[in-house]
């Protein structure tokens, strides 16, 4: 059964890890942490239903025929559908996908990609319910796509199949008015040029959430230090960990070397450079593996060093996220002391006093 009028086809699934037993029994034990009661229960073999609420159910099957050729780079894969607009037992499955000891991705049949696994996002399939809000959306060609529980913002799809992120305030001025204009410049801008790369961005910190922190200003990185990356007036450390995109998984995996090491080139935003020309520059110049990026997030925690004069100088910690490795991988290894591998996607840590911390609790 896939996508009908009442209901919605989503995949599970899981990469290969070394946990002992069968994948969907731990997926079992997995799930059952998120469900009160007995809310999950065994339908059939290879089959389970899961309900959050009494009001809604969604039943589970495990690696069905379709998936196990789709998906054959996965080693756990299941068939989710739920009734309409069910998003209890969505978010649970999706609490799963981001908590669970291994990640978990879950896969939209109806939107063909990986959905972001952020818990704040309520997915709108199906539209939304407010027949005065669904018309703001109507007149200006929009599909809504997610709304942001927290912020209340709402991410929407253009005609042209990009998606961009809706000015909740002017929403709600235009909200049950009957207005002329077809366009406003101030109602929506670009966060990412398809759903699937939205997915992929979202999860990773690199899709504005406030709208007007980023209005009429690039989204290329998202800069949490509010350190000035575009003239920073003084010598700044940049610290890069450059992750690569495997479209197949649907993920990001940090690029390291052959001892697991996440490779670093430490380098700074030389005078007359924004931090998007250093960071270009350290890609294609200093590590030869890209001319470009697809999005880079500025951790809001800010390191310090001494440089060679022995000035105590703030270094930005960086994670830079690349298309592909270009063709020059082979060429990459034999240049590089360690070669490049990928390993695991976790964002990694930045280096924070324990004891400057531990002071606060």
Known sequence: MENTNDKLTYYILREKCDEPGDVFNIFIDDLKGFMVGNSVIQERPGVISVSANSAQKGIIENNPPEIAQKFSQFQFRAKLILEKEDSVNLHVIKMLAARARVKYRIFSVIYDCFLPISTDLINLEFGVRDEKLAQIFSQFELKPLYLSQKLRNYYALTKTG??????????????????????LPELYYLVANSMQLFG????????????????????????????????????VFVKPYVFELREDMGEFYQLAGDDGQAMLVMDKIRSGETLDATLKRVLKEELKIANDYIGAYVSSEIEFDRDRDGIITPRLVVWVYIKRVEEGRPKVMQMSQTGWKSMGGDTPRVNVNQDFKNSFS
């Not at 809706?166 to 001025?173: E, P």
């Not at 922190?213 to 010598?235: A, F, V």
Request: hydrophobic share 30%; charged share 25%; proline share 7%.
């Open 200 to 235: 992929l961005k979202y999860d990773r910190g690199l899709v504005p959430t406030d709208f007007y922190e980023y209005y009429n200003k690039p989204t290329k990185i998202i800069n949490s230090s509010n350190l000035n990356i575009t003239n920073p007036g003084k010598k």
């Open 162 to 183: 990009e998606v961009v992120l809706v000015n909740n305030h002017l929403i709600n001025y235009l909200y049950g008015k009957d207005i002329p204009e077809k366009s």
